[in-house]
């Protein structure tokens, strides 16, 4: 029979039945996972995890095979629920997301969740949309959420990364995707983050741009700062006047020579190297009689320049700044 000639009242109740179906074949496929599991066949059959055996035999991938082997384990647990796999009411990945929450706050507490807290649990969450069952495993579990970022590189050269958004920067980041819809169709989360990412660099970073000195005579010698060479001009060091702040054109010259890398290096020879907190750094104080030229500059992040300034000034009179904010301007201009 095809399914062409079938009219849409037949169609659709034909596929009511089918999905019912799906979902007692679901619910067995747990209930025999469950025992295979609990008799630990899959030693006998070479190998050390039911998750292995399902991979390896039945061609599940990782993903889903530690889907059903999670859902199953809970399923041992709190058997009711076994019908209302079959209804509907819960879905294998539903289960698997739980089982896996409440591992993880069985390790964190060391202890033994009870099956009929899981139970109870249970109830609570039934019937909820994937995400409000997220919020609802969050609001349980404070350490359901990762607690770091994760990278995971992949063969092909992309690289997935788990990370954790509060509501608040979620609604941000959907709005922004929602925006760059105009732009591409179909713009995900990772096009808009790399979006904002474009826009943050293009005003924000030194290294992607050259800041022309306002003094038109120096023109020619700005066109050949842009080789980066490293030696800066003549005509670029700054004004003999130590009060004077370093010009944006000689600040965007020295970010740009050094890379953006914090230039502190050990008697051993090791760089530093960071990007972050980045500041500018007078090698000699100006207090001390330190000039604007670049020769006296370098990059520095906000760390080593807290440490080269109390080796100059002194622990106790830059305490003060350990709390300030970070910012572009070095402590010791
Ligand atoms: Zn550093």
């Given amino acids: 029979m095809s399914?062409?000639?079938?009219?849409?009242?037949?169609?659709?109740?034909?596929?009511?039945?089918?999905?019912?179906?799906?979902?007692?074949?679901?619910?067995?496929?747990?209930?025999?996972?469950?025992e295979i599991e609990s008799r630990r066949i899959f030693l006998n059959e070479g190998y050390t995890s039911t998750h292995d055996w399902l991979v390896a035999v039945h061609n599940y991938s990782h993903g889903a095979a530690g889907r059903r082997v999670s859902a199953a384990r809970m399923l041992c647990a709190v058997p009711e629920i076994s019908e209302k796999i079959e209804t509907g009411e819960f879905c294998m990945s539903s289960l698997s997301r739980i089982q896996s929450a409440i591992r993880i706050e069985e390790k964190r507490s060391g202890e033994v969740m009870s099956a009929e807290k899981?139970?109870?649990?249970?109830?609570?969450?039934?019937?909820?949309?994937?995400?409000?069952?997220?919020?609802?495993?969050?609001?349980?579990?404070?350490?359901?959420?990762?607690?770091?970022?994760?990278?995971?590189?992949?063969?092909?050269?992309?690289?997935?990364?788990?990370?954790?958004?509060?509501?608040?920067?979620?609604?941000?980041?959907?709005?922004?995707?929602?925006?760059?819809s105009h732009k591409t169709e179909s713009a995900s989360i990772a096009d808009a983050l790399v979006a904002m990412a474009e826009i943050v660099i293009a005003s924000n970073d030194p290294l992607e741009?050259?800041?022309?000195p306002r003094n038109k005579n120096n023109d020619a010698q700005?066109?050949?700062?842009?080789?980066?060479?490293?030696?800066?001009?003549?005509?670029?060091?700054?004004?003999?006047?130590?009060?004077?702040?370093?010009?944006?054109?000689?600040?965007?010259?020295v970010f740009r020579?050094?890379?953006?890398?914090?230039?502190?290096?050990?008697?051993?020879?090791?760089?530093?190297?960071?990007?972050?907190?980045?500041?500018?750094?007078?090698?000699?104080?100006?207090?001390?009689?330190?000039?604007?030229?670049?020769?006296n500059l370098r990059v520095l992040c906000r760390s080593h320049n807290l440490l080269m300034a109390e080796q100059v000034f002194g622990a106790a009179k830059m305490a003060s700044y350990r709390k300030a904010p970070a910012s572009n301007q070095s402590l010791r201009e």
Wanted: glycine letters at 6%.
């Fill in 3 to 34: 399914l062409q000639n079938l009219n849409n009242h037949d169609l659709l109740s034909g596929f009511k039945t089918l999905v019912q179906r799906e979902r007692r074949v679901s619910r067995e496929v747990l209930e025999y996972i469950a």
């Fill in 118 to 180: 899981k139970s109870e649990m249970l109830d609570e969450i039934e019937l909820k949309p994937k995400a409000e069952i997220e919020r609802s495993l969050a609001e349980l579990f404070s350490s359901t959420a990762p607690a770091r970022e994760m990278r995971q590189p992949k063969a092909d050269g992309f690289t997935r990364m788990h990370v954790t958004f509060s509501e608040e920067q979620m609604q941000k980041i959907e709005r922004a995707a929602e925006l760059l």
């Fill in 209 to 212: 741009k050259i800041v022309k």
């Fill in 222 to 253: 700005v066109d050949r700062c842009g080789v980066l060479t490293g030696d800066a001009p003549a005509t670029w060091l700054a004004t003999p006047n130590k009060t004077a702040a370093i010009k944006p054109s000689t600040r965007n010259f």
């Fill in 257 to 295: 020579r050094d890379d953006g890398r914090c230039q502190f290096e050990t008697a051993d020879g090791v760089v530093c190297g960071s990007r972050k907190f980045t500041q500018i750094d007078h090698m000699l104080p100006r207090a001390l009689g330190g000039s604007n030229d670049v020769e």
